[in-house]
Nanobody
Framework: QVPLVESGGGSVQAGGSLSLSCEFS????????MGWFRQAPGKEREGVAV????????AYRDSVKGRFTISQDKDKNTVSLQMNSLSPLDTAVYYC??????????????????WGQGTQVTVSA
């Protein structure tokens, strides 16, 4: 059973917006870092945005700063990624992830132990 469940995604034209959501209720192991990663065809998976539970500290890759926002809903046990001003370069499969870090939450997929199944985001020109 996949511990994290993503929803949202889909297709949009350049300049449009999409919102992704990830449910963490199935995850019973401890974690304090929650993040979104993406993988485009033929490319390596890359970190997009991460959120540290408790402090609320976030980190974004440079190419999405000012356009994407990661946030947590503690009541719903979800983490969302609001994506605005999308471009075709944002086209990828997006994955949510969770991990446990003693220091900072980084945009490195090797820091995360739990993953969702992925959801496709396609942005057309």
């Amino acid at each position: 059973q996949v511990p994290l469940v993503e929803s949202g995604g889909g297709s949009v034209q350049a300049g449009g917006s999409l919102s992704l959501s990830c449910e963490f209720s199935r995850l019973s192991s401890p974690y304090n870092c929650m993040g979104w990663f993406r993988q485009a065809p033929g490319k390596e998976r890359e970190g997009v945005a991460v959120f540290r539970s408790g402090s609320g500290i976030t980190a974004y890759r440079d190419s999405v700063k000012g356009r994407f926002t990661i946030s947590q809903d503690k009541d719903k046990n979800t983490v969302s990624l609001q994506m605005n001003s999308l471009s075709p370069l944002d086209t990828a499969v997006y994955y949510c992830a969770a991990g446990l870090s003693r220091i900072v939450c980084r945009l490195r997929d090797s820091d995360y132990n739990y993953w969702g199944q992925g959801t496709q985001v396609t942005v057309s020109a």
